[in-house]
């Protein structure tokens, strides 16, 4: 049975007993998002593009908390947000409003993700006008989409306990939806995802981590070729 657990930061997260992992890291789940996806990810991406919309995937959308997080300062930047979450466990509705993540976001954002929660498990849906959410409810290798993504947030469980989402199966599975000179982020790094995304053509960044991580990875796809 999923537990409500607080991290070092105050902050809760999720303990899944079934797969021996937390949601987000003990040394602070509102620290880690904030840092890894948001700062690294997110900030970065939009610190070297000057663009209006912004379109994230996330890989293990958990409890929200980086979509809330990236939702409150896409609207801060008066910039729109497309946001798709793969899922395969979703929460229920019920425990998402248990984790007390009200307290991080703004009110409108965090009432809008709990009203249409059950729609966006369904299919694209607009939570207001900066903000676009979908939850695709399935296992990461059945994701398809037409969409190309400027950043995505790989937040999968660490590889000692989910080693079939770190493989090169799953890997170049994800980074084919990242368009052109997006950016990947993740909290972990090995010697083996960076052979991993090499292979694939990124370049690799190797960054500060989160509190209790020495560092993690981001990864920059190429940009397309001159024509």
Known sequence: MLQIVQTADGSNTIYNPQVGENYHSRNGALQESRHVFVNSGLQYFLDKSAVKQVSILEVGFGTGLNFLLSADFCTEQQIELNY???????????????????????????????????????????????CQLQIANC???????????????????????????????????????????????????????????KSLGLQIQKIPGAAGKREMLRAIAPPHPPQ
Request: aromatic fraction near 14%; hydrophobic fraction near 45%; proline fraction near 4%.
């Open 84 to 130: 798709t979450g793969i899922e395969a466990y979703p929460l229920t509705g019920d425990l998402l409003s248990q984790t007390g993540y009200e307290q991080y976001a703004s009110p409108a954002k965090w009432q809008a993700l709990l009203a249409n929660y059950q729609a966006v498990l369904l299919a694209p849906t607009k939570l207001d006008d900066h």
């Open 139 to 197: 296992q990461l290798l059945n994701f398809e989409s037409a969409n190309k993504y400027d950043v995505v947030y790989f937040d999968a469980f660490a590889a000692a306990h989910q080693p079939e989402m770190w493989n090169e199966e799953a890997i170049s599975h994800t980074i084919k939806f990242l368009k052109a000179g997006g950016v990947f982020v993740t909290y972990a790094i090995t010697g083996n995802l960076k052979r991993m995304l």
